[in-house]
């Protein structure tokens, strides 16, 4: 039996809430759903942006109708050349590696993730790689967070576009079966059409006992 709270949703900062927007615009438009947004150190969104892999149009300076379209190279792409690098870049999932790449040439001095997503684990690991890149550390990383906000922000990224099989595969293979189930059933179901039309809090709301069950398997599992 769950508890009827949700302190880790309404704990959430604006810059987060606004992620999880992005990212909530990108799912029920069609495309994956992850929303990044780029903050100064007081805290001040300087750019925010969803992933649009599916659109056909996109804001003037982003990217859509590519594999390169995610999130976070949009959020990156909206930010001035030589700007301070003193950045924070806060993203709903944990960035593939491109956008760790990206992240990595950008000015981003921190970096935030909700969800987990365990094909790019070890992926913004570059300062090893040569004397060169040796010179700075890469940004820190905080999360991805293992509770029912975590497992939703991964959700929003599985309910969309359907993943080729290798890539399920992959994921069932380093644990994300009981995840990926759900999506399966939350698609096939009717839920997220269902959902579609309000709110991405309304949303996690409505998915939360699901989500504390998932939270709960993986967990026993050692995920």
Same mark, same amino acid.
């Given at each position: 039996?769950?508890a009827?709270?949700q302190?880790?949703w309404?704990?959430?900062d604006e810059?987060?809430?606004?992620?999880?927007?992005?990212?909530?615009?990108?799912?029920?438009?069609?495309n994956?759903?992850?929303g990044?947004?780029v903050?100064?150190d007081?805290?001040?969104?300087?750019?925010?942006s969803?992933?649009?892999?599916t659109?056909?149009?996109?804001?003037i300076?982003?990217?859509?109708?590519?594999?390169?379209?995610?999130a976070?190279?949009?959020a990156?792409?909206?930010?001035?050349?030589?700007?301070?690098?003193t950045l924070?870049?806060?993203?709903?999932?944990?960035p593939?590696l491109?956008?760790?790449?990206?992240?990595?040439?950008?000015?981003?001095a921190?970096?935030r993730?909700?969800?987990?997503?365990?094909l790019?684990?070890?992926?913004?690991?570059?300062s090893h790689?040569?004397s060169?890149?040796?010179?700075?550390? $890469?940004a820190?990383?905080e &999360?991805? =967070?293992?509770?029912e906000? !975590?497992?939703?922000a991964? *959700?929003l %990224? +599985? /309910?969309?576009?359907?993943?080729r $099989?290798?890539?399920?595969e &992959?994921? =069932?293979?380093?644990?994300? !079966?009981?995840?990926?189930? *759900?999506? %399966? +059933? /939350?698609r096939?179901?009717?839920t997220?059409?269902?959902l579609?039309?309000?709110?991405v809090?309304?949303?996690?709301?409505?998915?939360?006992p699901?989500?504390?069950?998932?939270?709960d398997?993986?967990?026993?599992?050692?995920?």
């Amino acid at each position: 039996m769950h508890a009827a709270g949700q302190d880790g949703w309404d704990a959430l900062d604006e810059i987060w809430r606004e992620a999880f927007r992005q990212a909530w615009e990108a799912t029920v438009t069609g495309n994956i759903g992850v929303g990044a947004v780029v903050s100064d150190d007081t805290g001040r969104i300087v750019a925010a942006s969803r992933n649009r892999v599916t659109d056909r149009e996109a804001p003037i300076g982003e990217l859509a109708g590519t594999t390169l379209a995610h999130a976070e190279m949009n959020a990156l792409a909206r930010l001035p050349f030589r700007a301070p690098r003193t950045l924070v870049l806060t993203t709903t999932l944990q960035p593939c590696l491109q956008c760790a790449a990206a992240i990595r040439m950008g000015p981003i001095a921190r970096v935030r993730v909700a969800g987990a997503d365990p094909l790019w684990d070890g992926a913004g690991a570059f300062s090893h790689l040569n004397s060169w890149l040796g010179r700075r550390s $890469d940004a820190p990383v905080e &999360g991805p =967070r293992r509770d029912e906000v !975590g497992v939703f922000a991964t *959700l929003l %990224a +599985r /309910v969309g576009p359907g993943a080729r $099989d290798h890539v399920e595969e &992959g994921l =069932r293979a380093r644990g994300e !079966g009981p995840l990926l189930d *759900l999506a %399966a +059933r /939350v698609r096939a179901d009717g839920t997220v059409d269902k959902l579609r039309h309000g709110s991405v809090t309304a949303a996690f709301t409505a998915l939360r006992p699901d989500l504390l069950d998932v939270v709960d398997q993986l967990r026993r599992s050692g995920t």
